[in-house]
């Protein structure tokens, strides 16, 4: 795992999270990855963000810390049995890395902070730079409780986030980064270039007292000279004096000292030390590596109780209280039996009218027989023999062939199709016996009467959602619950056309599209037997086209089955005539099939039918 630690000063890290837009790409968030968010909540991060934007002075908005995951580290977080246990890894990961940063605090009532893993879509960029999972981590350095900045861990040197790297490596289980090549951002910078001789001369020494000893005995530098030691109430570091140099404006050569302290001289820094922090990171263990810092987090939590207002600290107080009270509370109302909401699963029936009609319907509709016209998808069927009702819905006209005991439930579902459909009830026009116009008047003013008072409710509230706009994108971990479970009922309701799309659209075709939509590497691919498509790279078993989409690239079900349909009407016309087994396509054109014996009856008859016409 490789860690990028940055500071913004200028804000909108919230809406580049939100959009993904960047200069040098063309690709938006949704199009580069799938979203799943791990801490916090975007809107609020985003409302922070701007309000410490345009109402604070401070010099830096937000810490943004990006994790980056190489592919054997990403199978280990896969590895885990389920999704929830993967997800607590990465919540724990970045819970230790605000804990890390703003040790002292109490990340629940003073941190803001948003965290979402990105899992690449796009597997490689404009470039042709593979993108591998990562996790980006935004906290803000608003302090919400007293409204003042934030004080982060952040020292002279970097020794302390290397420090946390190869601690968080050890304890789940990631590579450890090898030493890291020291790039100099200005390479025209004699000091730079110094700075970087230097670390490679020093490679093999492993502490303050080798340093000197060799500046001493083998570079013959004198102390006071060619060099001092640093040793202030702020600083702690080795000097070497006037050994590189600057040009300034006029061109003239300024000798200036170099400081060995930074980015590869950690391990010279800091004499007062104990003897392990002397040692080099790589040859440390993970003991070691979490006593350095848990001494750094005792301090830290002294530092920031001194530093807390006599305020901070009462609404601190107070806050824990109130918690232990709600804590007592809700025992104390649950301890005994207590009366319950209810929410059920939609009935069989209730799955198929949402397919057809994309809203829910109150009625369970249990004993309805439902069938979906194979050559008009708009036009549906209900039939209830043991009431006596058969409703079609002929797109522009629902019809219905009832008994006249049974007006009132024909005319409800009737108008709960109308609905469904988008109708307005006041526009439409009754055709019918007497008695079934009276009754659809009086329903259609009893359902009128129901929305005007829901309409007056929502009326009331402070904020009016008009149009709803189903989000592209989950932006807390409660969006991406529900956007999960959305899935998963589409996943059950499309369970015969799953079977029908790995069976018959061509998993060349797939690969093909996979190639330009999401630049996978056609090397890591090919096309095997059974129709399934097989990664080289890795010993899994090949994947059907459906386990394709959603493991390999990481696309949702539902979108998945989206595109497979897409690439259905664009397969060649030979490919998709290949389905001969008569038995399964009667049981792909009817998938809803029930034990009615009547019913039965009617597709046998379709099907003795299709036979005739084929002889």
Known sequence: MIVRVRRNKTGGLAKYLRDGVKKDSNFLRNEKDIVIPIWGNLDEFEKIEDYVLNHKKFSEISMHITFGFSDSDWQKIESLPTKDEQNALMQELVQDYIKHHFSGYDIYNEVIAYSELHYPKLKYDEYGYKRYPHIHLAVSFLNPLSDTKLRNLFAINSYYDDVMVRKSNFKFGFEQTKRKEFRIKNFDSQLGRDRREWIELLDELNDREELIYFLKNQMNFKEGIDYRVVDTKNNNYVKLINKSFKNDKSGKKI?????????????????????????????????????????????????????????????????????????????????????????????????????????????????????????????????????????????????????????????????????????????????????????????????????????????????????????????????????????????????????????????????????????????????????????????????????????????????????????????????????????????????????????????????????????
């Open 255 to 615: 000798v200036q000292d170099i400081n060995l302290q930074g980015k590869g001289f950690e391990r010279f820094v800091d004499v007062n030390s104990t003897e392990k922090n002397h040692k080099k990171l790589e040859d440390m263990t993970q003991q070691e590596l979490e006593e350095i810092l848990n001494d750094v987090y005792v301090k830290r939590v002294e530092e920031i109780t001194k530093r807390r207002s006599k305020k901070s600290i009462e609404d601190l107080k107070k806050i824990y209280e109130d918690d232990k009270q709600i804590k007592k509370d809700f025992e104390k109302k649950y301890s005994k039996k207590a009366d319950y909401n209810s929410i059920k699963s939609l009935t069989f029936q209730q799955k198929i009218f949402y397919k057809h009609y994309g809203v829910n319907i109150q009625d369970s509709l249990e004993g309805y027989y439902i069938k979906v016209d194979e050559n008009n998808e708009n036009n549906a069927t209900f039939i209830n023999h043991s009431k006596g009702i058969k409703i079609e819905d002929k797109e522009d006209e629902i019809l219905s062939y009832s008994n006249e005991d049974s007006t009132h439930e024909e005319v409800k579902l009737m108008l709960d199709i109308a609905l469904a459909k988008g109708w307005n009830l006041l526009e439409i026009k009754i055709d019918g016996t007497p008695q079934f116009i009276k009754e659809a008047k009086k329903q259609i003013l009893i359902k009128v009467e129901e929305q005007n008072q829901t309409q007056k409710k929502e009326e009331e509230k402070k904020e009016i959602k008009k149009v709803e706009i189903k989000p592209t994108r989950p932006i807390s971990q409660l969006d991406n619950f529900i956007l999960e479970n959305e899935s998963k009922i589409f996943e059950s309701e499309k369970v015969y056309d799953l079977k029908f799309l790995k069976e018959n659209l061509s998993a060349q075709i797939v690969l093909d599209f996979a190639i330009k939509k999401y630049n996978i590497n056609l090397d890591e691919f090919e096309v095997v037997d059974d129709n399934k498509i097989n990664n080289k790279t890795n010993r899994q078993k090949p994947k059907s086209i459906i386990d394709f989409f959603t493991k390999e690239i990481g696309v949702s079900i539902k979108e998945t089955t989206e595109i497979c349909n897409n690439l259905m009407t664009k397969q060649p016309k030979k490919i998709v005539d290949k389905i001969e087994d008569e038995e399964k396509s009667q049981e792909l054109i009817y998938p809803y099939i029930d034990e009615n014996l009547e019913q039965n009856k009617e597709i046998l008859n379709e099907k003795n039918k299709r036979k005739k016409r084929k002889n």
